[in-house]
């Protein structure tokens, strides 16, 4: 199949372009195009109408008017399509409706179980499709008795990324953090450098590596679908220490590292993995082979191959039953109507 789908989420879109379809990759004029795969291919916004597209993939709600723009098409109506939802309500938790939630032509694929149980999605077709990640294999080393910590924008969102647990954490163990504007930590949490160390945000490769060598994984985050660099650090074998709320529960076994929603219990669990590297190392093949079984890439493209074949069958079938609906009300209309169209050309 021919899909369309704008290059947004990175992580995600990095597992997402595996598959064995060919996709096309949207690109404002003058924009210029991001690292992909042989599969997938860079198009000009404004070529668009001169492609064959099978099926949309939508991220963003401005995603929708986009296509009906660009494409002459309305997604849903014209060409299949459906809406990945990446992320927790973020304004009313538990009573959120979601944006599409009033429509039922496309269908709103949520990454977690947690993200659809929370959102409320209204009428809207709703199916789960969990993460996949291309396994980096097991680079786990913990050579360094630190606390990797990977997290985007950590000042700016503050509680919502558990930074303000860190200083707690920091007690335990040193903290060695990776991600957009981390070196704004120090400054915002008044911690030395024996204490927080910035890595910096690394290319993905070298991400892997350096966070391997740190002796466990701290994930603080509070309100999140589920951190792809969580699930990262499992396929490393890192031991994961996990505050118990939204998808954690579901995506980290307790032989794996700690989960709790009690900071101090992971901060003790801290203490003991620095302390003791075998127990580390035994916790981190755990973790692993979780990660392996339920959050693999093959797992993730079968899971989207038999979406999209759902879809574009539905699809055809809505517009059969369209057109013949159609052809039914003029045969209905008054026989004098019929008596006129017979003898015109078929």
Known sequence: MRILAWHVHGGWMNAFLSGSHDYLIPLAAGAPAPPLPPAARAVDETALRDEEIDLVVLQ?????????????????????????????????????????????????????????????????????????????????????????????EPVRRARVTGTDLLPRFAEAAPLHTFGIDNHLLPAALGLGEDRLQVVGDLPTGRLHSELARRRAYLHPL????????????????????????????????????????????????????????DDART?????????????????????????????????????????????????????TLVTITEGTDR
């Open 60 to 152: 963003r709600l401005e995603e929708i008017d986009l296509v009906e723009r660009l494409l002459g098409r309305v997604p849903g109506r014209d060409v299949p399509a459906v809406f990945v939802e990446h992320n927790t309500p973020k304004q009313h938790p538990i009573d959120q409706r979601h944006p599409l939630g009033d429509q039922t032509d496309i269908p709103i694929v949520h990454v977690t179980h947690f993200n659809r149980l929370v959102w409320d999605s209204g009428q809207a077709p709703t199916v789960v499709i969990e993460h996949g990640i291309p396994d980096p294999g097991p680079l786990y080393t913990g050579e360094i008795p630190a606390l990797g910590v990977v997290v985007n």
């Open 283 to 335: 916790r981190g093949a755990a973790a692993r082979a979780f990660a392996l079984e339920h959050y693999g890439l093959a797992a993730f493209l079968r899971a989207w191959d038999g979406l999209f074949e759902d879809r574009v069958a539905a699809h055809a079938a809505a517009r059969r039953r369209r057109a013949s609906a159609g052809t039914g009300d003029a045969r209905r209309m008054a026989p």
């Open 222 to 277: 509070r309100w999140t679908s589920l951190g792809l660099s969580l699930l990262e650090a499992m396929h490393l074998a890192m031991p994961v220490l996990v505050l118990a709320t939204t998808e954690a529960a579901r995506a980290v076994p307790p032989e794996a590292g700690a989960l709790s929603s009690d900071p101090e219990e992971l901060a003790l669990a801290a203490r003991r993995l620095m302390d003791d590297p």
